[in-house]
């Protein structure tokens, strides 16, 4: 419905986001974090996952069903992850989910989900905004 009168601006940092974890998972500090069917799993080379984030803590859901536990997800940033095949050359394009802690300059031949841009590389880190 249009609004007939002024309203308060409803807003969020869009920083860090609590996500309900897959039954039987663990998601380490620093890990790349995925959703699978709405349930936040180890970042893993796989088709129709969706990037999330950066896990914010450690969360151990190995004993527990879906949504048992929460994990901290901080997202719109830049985060460094262990480079798979990535160049320079790589600047500005997509990488691709490899692990929770690694991400490839390609999609392995349609087996990997997409992860992030590629913002910088160094010979050990690559840098992903997303």
Sequence with gaps: MALT???????RSGNVYVRPVKAGVIIYTGALVALENGFAIPAKTALNLIADGRSDTLVNN??????????PVERNNVFGFE??????ADIGKMSYMVDDETVAADDGAGTRSPAGKIIDFSDDLVWVQL
């Design 5 to 11: 009168r002024n309203k308060p601006a409803q807003t």
């Design 62 to 71: 190995s004993t527990g069903a879906n949504g048992d536990k929460m994990v």
């Design 83 to 88: 480079p798979s095949g990535v160049t320079a």
